[in-house]
């Protein structure tokens, strides 16, 4: 299955020269537009495990200052007792078989990926038309809502995902619009915005060829073949905070088995 799945990406991997092509078009694409009112209804759902009280007064407080709509979603414990058929239905190869070993490290990066499948899922099953998505060691603006709105009614129309920030980004060099660049990949979902088009396509990827890497490597590869489309705002809105060096992640990943 993992053969036919990235078989089907390099087929369409863009080149250089695509990338080029690509860029000058979008530039001239119609501008999406979000009123006021539609952007009032938009609110962030915040990831963050049950235990990590600090993490989420840190984050509460900032959305509250920002006078930002949030809703705490409890992220998925990969150290639970997790049901086995659901976690054998989304990974698989050397990931499931260190998950079903105890792996802490790889149990606390399957937690990862149920918890953004499941907030994909949830923006379906609500009918909105724009998701927020933001993991509770974020660091955002006291202007964050006003940077936002700007930067999402500065998309082209034809956008599926914005990234307020990423790690091992490629991106066009100039902007198509004021700060929003073309991205060609990146990784660390640490806060995004998205339409419906780029939930389902993330959910039936997953569904179809199932995740032997982070799930955010999986979306990189759904941007960098051009499936969705994406763009990421540069300088970053969102940045990390403090306590990011101390996620429960980064605490496995030096003892896995301990």
């Known amino acids: 299955c993992f053969l036919g799945f990235f078989t089907e990406l390099f087929n369409r991997a863009h080149t250089a020269m695509n990338w080029q092509t690509i860029e000058a078009r979008k530039g001239h694409l119609e501008q999406y537009s979000l009123s006021k009112q539609q952007f009032s209804n938009l609110h962030a759902w915040v990831l963050s495990l049950p235990q990590s009280a600090d993490r989420r007064a ?14 705490i979603i409890d992220a998925v414990d990969g150290q639970d007792d997790l049901p086995a058929e659901e976690v054998a239905f989304m990974e698989s190869r050397d990931r499931l ?6 792996n ?15 907030v994909l899922q949830r923006m379906l099953g609500e009918h909105l038309p724009i998701g927020l998505v933001m993991e509770d060691d974020a660091k955002i603006p006291p202007d964050f809502l006003e940077q936002l709105y ?20 490629k991106a066009s060099k100039l902007a198509v619009r004021k700060n929003i660049h073309v991205n060609h990949q990146s990784s660390c979902y640490l806060a995004y915005a998205f339409r419906r088009r780029y939930a389902l396509q993330v959910l039936q990827m997953i569904f179809k060829w199932r995740l032997h890497k982070d799930i955010d490597d999986y979306m ?12 990421i705002t540069m300088p970053f809105i969102v940045d990390y905070s403090g306590l990011a060096a101390n996620s429960t992640i980064e605490v496995w990943r030096q003892n896995p088995n301990p």
């Open 58 to 71: 840190s984050i509460s407080k900032q959305l509250q200052r920002a006078g930002v709509a949030y809703e």
């Open 104 to 118: 802490k490290y790889m149990r606390a990066k399957v937690g990862g990926d149920l918890s953004h499948a499941q």
């Open 150 to 169: 700007n930067a999402i009614n500065a998309l082209p129309n034809d956008w599926d995902v914005l990234h307020l920030n990423g790690c091992n980004v």
């Open 97 to 102: 078989t260190a998950f079903q070993a105890g």
């Open 220 to 231: 990189g590869s759904l941007t960098s073949s051009g499936i969705i489309q994406s763009y």
